[in-house]
């Protein structure tokens, strides 16, 4: 069924409170965007075993779903769950190495160990730099006519929620899955970019490419032994070669393991969804191949992203690059 309205909300923050010793505690945000005042609640912890939601913040987070988001004004804008946008997608977006996410208690007793105090860190910074913004993206609530919001007092009640990973859901959160409409809290410090992604460990991270729902049997966001996380890895991408249009791009893989992997069956994808099927060819273990980019698959000048898929069609590594670090013809981009 996925979320009922998807989107961006940009503002300023000018108030938040930790919670604590509840069910379904959050870290509370009031923002203030476009003239309009709104609550962001982030959960903390989650209502399904393990309860601790797994966290990264990327500090100086560089992706080209940047350049979109720099174009959306202060306030609410609903996003297309689309590709290509400012839409979010942990899997199919690449806009992180998953082996990084790792599970947070909700609030515990001491500085900087908990997820309340991690979210505080940034927040505060926020409050002190009147120029910061922070970008929410989840799902809107309200205006809730008549209603003031529980939290802050300001009337009407509205904001935005599910501020996490939003596929591979079980039980009753499963109506909430979709594709191309993942949460996450961003702020903007001049030209610096933080990332928040969260996630729950009871979700499962190789979803339907159509409905967002778990795959049969597949493991949760953190990689598991059996998972196919990069068995093989794109290393390097050639994405502005030197003369005009049609450009000759190429990708270079490395096996990483101890054992031949035979390509016949695999594929790349870019930003689009566009699939190049790799040609039979067997890569020996530690050694590596650089293979020519063909139509339909294109890495375009101004950012993307490429995702390498198994004969299986799970993911098994992905990258991408900004349009500043294409802007150099002749020039291999080394992840």
């Known amino acids: 069924m996925a979320l009922k309205r998807y989107g961006v909300l940009v503002g300023t923050v000018v108030g938040r409170r930790a919670e604590g010793g509840m069910e379904s505690p959050h870290f509370q945000l009031h923002v203030r965007g476009g003239g309009t005042e709104y609550r ?10 393990p309860s601790e939601l797994l966290y990264l913040a990327v500090e100086d987070f560089k992706h080209p779903v940047l350049e979109s988001l720099r174009a959306v004004p202060d306030g609410f804008s609903d996003v297309d769950s689309a590709s290509g946008g400012a839409a979010l997608d942990y899997i199919r977006g690449n ?32 409050l002190a730099d009147p120029t910061a913004r922070i ?40 109506k909430d899955d979709g594709v191309w409409q993942d949460g996450g809290l961003l702020f903007r410090f001049g030209d610096q970019w933080v990332a928040i992604f969260l996630a729950f460990q009871s979700q499962a991270w190789h979803t339907d490419d159509a409905t967002g729902h778990a795959l049969p049997g597949e493991p949760g966001p953190v990689p598991s032994p059996t998972d196919p996380h990069r068995t093989l890895r794109i290393v390097a991408a050639l994405v502005n070669p030197v003369g005009p249009s049609p450009e000759p791009e190429t990708v270079t893989l490395l096996n990483p393991g101890s054992a031949l992997i035979d390509l016949d069956g695999w594929s790349l994808l870019d930003r689009l969804g566009q699939r190049m099927p790799l040609t039979a060819l067997d890569l020996p273990a530690g050694e590596a191949v650089r293979i020519p980019l063909t139509a339909p698959i294109q890495l375009g000048n101004r950012g993307g992203t490429l995702t390498l898929l198994d004969p299986a069609g799970l993911k098994v590594d992905g990258i991408s690059y900004t349009k500043e670090q294409a802007a150099e013809e002749g020039i291999t981009l080394v992840f």
Do not use: C
């Open 135 to 174: 970008y929410a993206i989840g799902e809107r609530w309200g205006p809730e006519s008549g209603v003031p919001d529980k939290i802050f007092g300001f009337s009407p009640g509205n904001g935005v929620h599910d501020i996490h990973m939003n596929q591979g859901n079980n039980g009753p959160f499963k």
């Open 40 to 49: 962001v609640a982030v959960n903390v912890l989650s209502q399904q075993a």
């Open 95 to 126: 806009l992180f190495d998953r082996s990084e996410l790792r599970p947070m208690p909700s609030t515990v007793p001491g500085p900087d160990n908990d997820l309340a105090d991690k979210l505080e860190h940034f927040t505060a910074r926020a």
